[in-house]
């Protein structure tokens, strides 16, 4: 069995050699049930995600905008908390593993969640279901220590975020301590589509590429297939986030039956990958 760390170099290492950038979707667990995103990452997986992000829900979620906040509200009240979001990370790794490509899975929360766990217990715990990096944007750096020790000697990835707003020398200190690829987030601000992106991202982003020693994926904003083709000639990944979790809000609000909503979900999947070509 591949270790973490492996897995999320090993996709890389065979995108690069396709000269493609990694299509990572986010998702939240438990919106609206934990079958649900059971399917809809198996799917995803077969279906152009490269990397899947795999949101813990919180009731305070001060990175994200109110698309994926409702989506947290949604999945808290259907029942999904620490322990069921690692049995689903079990039970989705588990069908993930005939797969040919072992595809890499990432857990995206909050430093909260992962204190009250227990910074060990969690990092344990998290390998041994499947996960294989780890998301904390309210957990800076310089405060990291304690996790970065747990996370590495389970061989969990953590990657932390930079954002346009950070000094190239505080982003090679961030590099240097993030393992698996480093988040550039592309605006300032919260999560949630945006209509256009700053116009020297693609410029930032070479400067990141330049200086960290590791793959970079861009996130926040990014919600339509020509962002996505323009962002995958400039960083390692693109990941796409509330897009997506607006695509299953309307699905619920619409009524529309699992299997259907899964279907349209993996179709946009699908459809910004194309654009990665």
């Known amino acids: 069995m591949k270790t973490p760390q492996n897995r999320i170099q090993d996709t890389f290492n065979r995108l690069e050699q396709k000269n493609e950038a990694a299509m990572i979707p986010f998702v939240t667990a438990g919106d609206p049930s934990t079958d649900f995103t059971e399917e809809l990452v198996a799917a995803m997986a077969q279906n152009g995600a490269d990397i899947i992000e795999i949101g813990m829900p919180f009731s305070d979620p001060l990175a994200d905008g109110p698309v ?54 969690f990092a344990e715990d998290a390998v041994s279901a499947g996960l294989d990096g780890a998301i904390i944007p309210d957990l800076p750096v310089e405060e990291a220590d304690e996790w970065i020790d747990a996370a590495r000697e389970s061989n969990l990835c953590t990657i932390f975020l930079v954002a346009p707003t950070t000094p190239l020398e505080r982003l090679e200190r961030i590099a240097k301590r993030s393992r698996g ?25 070479a400067m ?40 299953i809000e309307q699905g619920i609000a619409e009524g529309r039956p699992s299997s259907d909503l899964v279907k349209q979900v993996v179709e946009f999947v699908r459809c910004l990958k194309k654009q990665d070509i």
């Open 208 to 247: 990141a590429r330049k200086i960290a020693n590791l793959p970079v994926a861009v996130g926040f904003g990014i919600s339509r297939p020509e962002q996505v083709a323009m962002l995958s000639k400039a960083a390692d990944g693109v990941i796409v986030g509330s897009a997506i979790v607006r695509l």
């Open 68 to 121: 994926i906040q409702a989506a947290s509200l949604r999945a808290i009240e259907a029942g999904m908390n620490t322990h069921n979001y690692l049995n689903l990370i079990g039970n989705i790794r588990k069908r993930l593993d005939g797969s040919a490509v072992q595809i890499p899975l990432v857990f995206m929360g909050y430093y909260n969640m992962v204190y009250q766990y227990g910074l060990k217990q």
């Open 181 to 205: 690829f480093l988040y550039y987030v592309s605006v300032t601000g919260i999560t949630g589509a945006r209509q256009e992106l700053p116009a020297e991202l693609s410029q930032k982003l």
